[in-house]
């Protein structure tokens, strides 16, 4: 458990870090453009790397020392923000960049994401499986808090370079962090040469999960309901930004505030989940926690007024780290570490072309379909237009409302599934036993 702590202090750090540079590339694209569509490509961007990685991931994840992918992941993170540094202190920076720069990032850092998944079921014991998770929702929960406030604040006074060094700073701290540790390995790690397998095992690898997945038809029951969500989810996270920032008339401290109150009550959730541990039924508790967040992102788009934004981010910063943890726990418990990398990379590799597609969409349709659609005048404006207005961002907020309600409907609907239902009684966790550490 120290050496998971150290290294979740590293990977907080360069979270941080992170969030701070997307928070202020978002700032920048927008005043450049004024559009959704930029912003939500380069969120597109991010993502569909990983679905190239997640093909190959999963079974070099399997064979190679987590400690050394770990620092791979962070390194390249670095050099691409030293690349975004000299480009723009050198006025070269355009558009085109950030999107090649995140597409490296995201190739790297699904590597990275599956070997430090596994971690957490070979360091903590089983029972706290839920706790470990929601602690990786700590992180997320205390870099949304700091990583807006923090970045706005240096965007305003020193600039979006000041931003870019500091997030140079937090890498260096989570490669010491990595460094100075030892990583515990699965037996499958340990026990295989470390090489990529011939094409023809390399190809049977590569099918495993899906193989693994049809086998066990309540995994892959929990995972299509958690495909749907996630859809419908990111295709709202792609206009989150512009939508707040047209809204409030182009003020970057309120969307810094509202992604900050997000951040306090994802970062209150994870220390209840982490101090509480959860209940036995957690399949539920992922529906029920998907519906309340939904119904928090519903609200943020009904109603136009800041301090209704900031109530509703910190209520869906709250309940999102719910189903996360939850959903996570049921995968760790009922996978075996020793193939853990590959049925896990089969899951990413659904997740990013479910999460590309969504966020490819989210931007253009909100500017062609939904904003044109809530211009003053059209018939939908005159139905629709005394609850979402009919100025800047109004298209974006139905856009967010209806599909926040269907997601919504799709948690009612889960409890009526046998299938999931049932999940804990047809699947028995499994039991872990021997596991050696290597260097």
Request: proline share 4%; with cysteine.
């Given at each position: 458990?120290?050496?998971?702590?150290?290294?979740?202090?590293?990977?907080?750090?360069?979270?941080?870090?992170?969030?701070?540079?997307?928070?202020?590339?978002?700032?920048?694209?927008?005043?450049?453009?004024?559009?959704?569509?930029?912003?939500?490509?380069?969120?597109?961007?991010?993502q569909?790397?990983?679905?190239?990685?997640?093909?190959?991931?999963?079974?070099?994840?399997d064979?190679?020392?987590?400690?050394?992918?770990?620092?791979?992941?962070?390194?390249?993170?670095?050099?691409?923000?030293?690349?975004?540094?000299?480009?723009?202190?050198?006025?070269?920076?355009?558009?085109?960049?950030?999107?090649?720069?995140?597409?490296?990032?995201g190739?790297?850092?699904?590597?990275?994401?599956?070997?430090?998944?596994?971690?957490?079921?070979?360091m903590?014991?089983?029972?706290?499986?839920?706790?470990?998770?929601?602690?990786?929702?700590?992180?997320?929960?205390?870099?949304?808090?700091?990583?807006?406030?923090?970045?706005?604040?240096?965007?305003a006074?020193?600039?979006?370079?000041?931003?870019?060094?500091?997030?140079?700073?937090?890498?260096?701290?989570?490669?010491?962090?990595?460094?100075?540790?030892?990583?515990?390995?699965?037996?499958?790690?340990?026990?295989?040469?470390?090489?990529?397998?011939?094409?023809?095992?390399?190809?049977?690898?590569?099918?495993?999960?899906?193989?693994?997945?049809?086998?066990?038809?309540?995994?892959?029951?929990?995972?299509?309901?958690?495909?749907?969500?996630?859809?419908?989810?990111?295709?709202?996270?792609?206009?989150?930004?512009?939508?707040?920032?047209?809204?409030?008339?182009?003020?970057e401290?309120?969307?810094?505030?509202?992604?900050?109150?997000?951040?306090?009550?994802?970062?209150?959730?994870?220390?209840?989940?982490?101090?509480?541990?959860?209940?036995?039924?957690?399949?539920?508790?992922?529906?029920?926690?998907?519906?309340?967040?939904?119904?928090?992102?519903?609200?943020?788009?009904?109603?136009?007024?800041?301090?209704?934004?900031?109530?509703?981010?910190?209520?869906?910063?709250?309940?999102?780290?719910f189903?996360?943890?939850?959903?996570?726990?049921?995968w760790?418990?009922?996978?075996?570490?020793?193939v853990?990398?590959?049925?896990?990379a089969?899951?990413?590799?659904?997740?990013?072309?479910?999460?590309?597609?969504?966020?490819?969409?989210?931007?253009?349709?909100?500017?062609?379909?939904?904003?044109?659609?809530?211009?003053?005048?059209?018939?939908?404006?005159?139905?629709?237009?005394?609850?979402?207005?009919?100025?800047?961002?109004a298209?974006?907020?139905?856009?967010?409302?209806?599909?926040?309600?269907?997601?919504?409907?799709?948690?009612?609907?889960?409890?009526?599934?046998?299938?999931?239902?049932?999940?804990?009684?047809?699947?028995?966790?499994?039991?872990?036993?021997?596991?050696?550490?290597?260097?």
């Open positions: 458990m120290i050496t998971f702590f150290i290294i979740w202090l590293g990977q907080l750090a360069s979270l941080i870090g992170s969030e701070m540079t997307n928070f202020a590339v978002t700032i920048w694209a927008w005043e450049i453009t004024e559009q959704a569509t930029p912003l939500s490509l380069l969120l597109f961007f991010s569909t790397p990983k679905i190239i990685a997640a093909l190959f991931a999963g079974v070099i994840v064979r190679f020392d987590r400690k050394h992918l770990l620092l791979i992941g962070d390194a390249v993170a670095g050099l691409s923000t030293i690349v975004i540094l000299l480009l723009f202190l050198t006025n070269n920076l355009q558009i085109w960049h950030l999107y090649l720069t995140s597409a490296i990032n190739l790297f850092s699904q590597i990275q994401t599956l070997a430090f998944l596994p971690l957490i079921s070979l903590v014991p089983k029972k706290h499986y839920t706790r470990a998770s929601a602690m990786n929702g700590v992180q997320e929960g205390i870099a949304y808090t700091i990583a807006p406030m923090s970045a706005g604040f240096i965007y006074y020193i600039g979006f370079s000041g931003v870019l060094v500091v997030d140079l700073i937090t890498f260096i701290i989570a490669i010491g962090t990595i460094i100075g540790v030892t990583i515990p390995q699965s037996s499958g790690v340990v026990n295989k040469t470390k090489k990529l397998p011939n094409w023809e095992t390399f190809l049977t690898e590569l099918t495993f999960g899906f193989n693994y997945l049809k086998q066990r038809p309540s995994l892959l029951a929990i995972l299509c309901v958690f495909l749907a969500h996630l859809f419908i989810l990111n295709i709202n996270v792609a206009i989150l930004s512009p939508m707040v920032l047209a809204r409030s008339g182009t003020q401290e309120i969307l810094g505030t509202v992604m900050m109150t997000f951040g306090i009550g994802n970062m209150l959730s994870a220390v209840f989940m982490t101090v509480w541990g959860g209940t036995k039924n957690r399949v539920n508790n992922v529906l029920l926690g998907r519906g309340l967040q939904l119904s928090s992102l519903m609200m943020l788009g009904l109603f136009p007024y800041p301090i209704v934004w900031m109530i509703s981010a910190f209520s869906g910063g709250f309940f999102a780290l189903p996360g943890s939850y959903y996570q726990s049921i760790l418990s009922k996978v075996e570490t020793s853990q990398g590959k049925v896990f089969t899951r990413s590799l659904l997740n990013q072309i479910v999460l590309t597609l969504a966020l490819v969409i989210g931007g253009p349709m909100a500017d062609y379909i939904f904003e044109p659609a809530m211009k003053q005048g059209t018939i939908l404006a005159n139905l629709l237009g005394g609850i979402f207005g009919t100025g800047n961002g298209g974006m907020a139905l856009q967010c409302a209806l599909l926040s309600a269907i997601g919504m409907l799709l948690c009612l609907l889960g409890y009526r599934l046998p299938l999931l239902q049932n999940l804990e009684k047809n699947l028995p966790d499994c039991d872990y036993n021997s596991l050696e550490k290597v260097p």
